[in-house]
C-alpha cells in the first residue's frame, strides 16, 4: 500500500510541477479503450474548463479495460491539449482527494446516478461537471484510416495506352530508379491545408443552415511545399524556394520540411500571413474551404532574395519546377530572370499555374519542358472558350513556347499533347483517370507535376511521363489530405 501512497503523492507532485502556479486545474479519468469522437468531445470540453487538464488512465485491474493500460495512455498522450495524462494507480477519488482539482469532468450518462467524487469534491470547493460525451460515429482510428492509409483498390492502369506507346512497366520502374539523387529546385507559394472534421448535427430552426460541429483538425504541407516534399520522397534531390508570413503556420510548414527531408530557403513577409486554406468535412464530404491568405507581389526586395536564393541553388539544379498559385510569390520579373538563366544554363523547366478561385495566366511561364494545366486554366490562358482539346492545347503550345503539354481533365483524365521534331505536326493522346473511387480531388496536380516532369527530365517519352504522373495521382487521390508519395504505393501500382 505504501507504493501506492508514494506513486499518487508522486503523480499530484508531477501535475502540479508541469501545471504551474495559479493554474486552474481539470481532472477526467476513464478507460479510454479506444479513442473515440465522444472522448475528444469530452475532453475538449473538460479543456475549456481550464488551464490545465489532467486526465487518469484506470489500470488494468479495472473491470471494462479491454486492452493494456500503457497501450491506452499511449492513445490519451497523443491528444495535444491534454496537459498531463499517466495510469491511476488508486482509485479516481483517492486521486482528486489528493490533487484538489479545481474542475472534475465525467460524462453526460453519469449526471442520474450516484457519483462517489461529488463530496469529495464539494469538500474543499470545486465543481463536478457533467458533460456530453456520447459516441455518435466510428472510432477516430478510422477517421486516421481515412486521412492516412490510401485505397488502392480503386485504381484500375489503363492496359492498351502502354501498348499504344511501346512501353512496359519494366520500363516505367527504370524510370523511377533515375530519381534517386536527380537535383531539383521548387519555387513557388507555400500552403498550408487544414482538415477539419465535422460530426453533422442538423439542420438550424432560424435559418436554413447546417450545423455541425469540429472534432478532429489535420495540418498538410500544402502547394509548392508538397511538390518539394513528393519529389523528396521519390528519391530526388530537393531543394524548395518560397515566401511565408510570420506566424504559427509558417512554424508548422518548416518543421513539416525538414521532417520530409526537403532543404527550404524560406522568407519572410511580415506584409502577409501564410496562405491557410481550411476544409471542413462531413461523411468523407468538403462543405466548405475557407482561405485565409493575402495576393498582392511580394516587395522587390523578397523578389530578390527569392532570386539570389534560387541563382544560388542551381550550379546543382537537373530540373526547375515553377509551383504557382498565383498568390504574389512568383511576380512576373523574378520569373523571367529566372527563365534565362536556366537557358543560359540548360537547365530544364516545367510550370504549373493555378487558377481555381483565382486568376492566373499559366502562358507567362516561356520555353518550358512542359506545362500541365487544367482545361480551364489553358482557357483562360490564350482566351480560347470554344475550341477543342486538341486545338486548345497546340495554341498554348505556341504562345508558351512549350514542348509538351498535358491537360488535365478531373475525373476524364488528362490529354497530352507534344510537337513532333519538324515543330509543324503535333502528338496526342488521352489517357482516362486511374482512379475510379478518389476520396479528396486536392493534390492530384500536385503529385502530377512532380512525377510527370521528373519522368521527363530524367529521359521518359511523354507518355511514359503522363502514364507515371497518372499512377502518382491515382496514389495521392486515393487518400484524404496532402501527404508525400509513397514509393512503396508506386511500386505496387507499377508491379506487371
Not at 507532485?13 to 479510454?32: E, I, M, T
Not at 499504344?164 to 530508379?177: E, N, P, S, W, Y
Request: some cysteine; overall charge negative; aromatic content about 6%.
Amino acid at each position: 500500500m505504501s507504493k501506492v501512497i508514494s506513486s499518487l503523492v508522486a503523480d499530484v507532485d508531477l501535475v502540479r510541477q508541469k501545471a504551474g502556479a495559479g493554474k486552474r486545474l481539470v481532472f477526467v479519468s476513464g478507460n479510454f479503450n479506444t479513442i473515440h469522437p465522444g472522448h475528444l468531445r469530452l475532453l475538449r470540453f473538460a479543456a475549456e474548463c481550464g488551464d490545465f487538464l489532467v486526465v487518469g488512465v484506470t489500470d488494468d485491474a479495472s473491470e471494462s479495460a479491454l486492452i493494456p493500460a500503457e497501450l491506452r495512455l499511449e492513445g490519451v498522450k497523443s491528444i495535444s491539449f491534454i496537459g498531463q495524462a499517466f495510469v491511476l494507480q488508486t482509485s479516481p477519488e483517492q486521486f482528486i482527494r489528493e490533487l484538489q482539482p479545481d474542475v472534475v469532468v465525467k460524462g453526460k450518462e453519469h449526471g442520474a446516478r450516484i457519483n462517489p467524487e461529488q463530496p469529495i469534491v464539494e469538500s474543499y470547493g470545486g465543481q463536478l461537471i457533467f458533460s456530453s460525451g456520447e459516441m455518435r460515429f466510428s472510432s477516430i482510428d478510422l477517421l486516421k484510416r481515412e486521412m492516412a492509409e490510401p485505397n488502392l483498390s480503386s485504381i484500375v492502369r489503363p492496359q492498351d495506352f502502354p501498348g499504344r506507346h511501346g512501353f512496359t512497366m519494366a520500363d516505367l520502374r527504370d524510370i523511377v530508379k533515375k530519381f534517386k539523387g536527380f537535383r531539383v529546385t521548387v519555387v513557388g507559394d507555400l500552403i498550408v491545408d487544414e482538415y477539419i472534421t465535422c460530426d453533422a448535427i442538423g439542420m438550424s430552426q432560424e435559418d436554413p443552415t447546417l450545423v455541425v460541429t469540429p472534432i478532429q483538425n489535420q495540418m498538410f504541407i500544402g502547394g509548392a511545399g508538397i511538390v518539394a516534399a513528393h519529389g523528396q520522397t521519390l528519391g530526388a534531390d530537393v531543394r524548395y524556394v518560397s515566401v511565408s508570413g510570420i506566424d504559427a503556420t509558417a512554424r508548422f510548414a518548416r518543421e513539416k520540411l525538414e521532417e520530409y527531408g526537403v532543404s527550404a530557403s524560406i522568407f519572410e513577409d511580415d506584409s502577409r500571413p501564410t496562405t491557410l486554406k481550411q476544409r471542413f468535412r462531413a461523411s468523407g464530404k468538403t462543405l466548405l474551404r475557407v482561405s485565409h491568405l493575402r495576393q498582392h507581389d511580394v516587395s522587390r526586395d523578397i523578389a530578390q532574395k527569392l532570386s539570389d536564393s534560387i541563382k544560388a541553388a542551381l550550379p546543382k539544379t537537373d530540373l526547375l519546377i515553377f509551383s504557382d498559385f498565383n498568390y504574389g510569390c512568383l511576380p512576373q520579373a523574378l520569373v523571367a530572370e529566372i527563365t534565362q538563366e536556366c537557358k543560359r544554363r540548360n537547365i530544364l523547366m516545367v510550370a504549373d499555374s493555378q487558377s481555381s478561385s483565382q486568376i492566373g495566366d499559366v502562358s507567362r511561364f516561356t520555353d518550358m519542358m512542359l506545362l500541365t494545366p487544367t482545361e480551364r486554366e489553358a482557357r483562360l490562358a490564350v482566351r480560347d472558350f470554344d475550341s477543342g482539346l486538341v486545338v486548345l492545347a497546340e495554341k498554348l503550345r505556341k504562345q508558351a513556347r512549350a514542348k509538351n503539354i498535358t491537360l488535365t481533365l478531373g475525373a476524364e483524365g488528362l490529354l497530352a499533347h507534344a510537337a513532333t521534331a519538324k515543330n509543324d505536326e503535333w502528338l496526342t493522346d488521352r489517357l482516362p483517370a486511374m482512379n475510379q473511387a478518389p476520396k479528396d480531388s486536392a493534390g492530384a496536380g500536385d503529385s502530377l507535376l512532380i512525377a510527370s516532369s521528373m519522368a521527363m527530365a530524367v529521359g521518359a517519352t511523354i507518355w511514359e511521363s503522363m502514364y507515371l504522373g497518372s499512377i502518382a495521382a491515382a496514389c495521392q487521390v486515393s487518400r484524404v489530405g496532402n501527404m508525400p508519395l509513397s514509393p512503396q504505393d508506386i511500386a505496387l501500382e507499377l508491379a506487371d
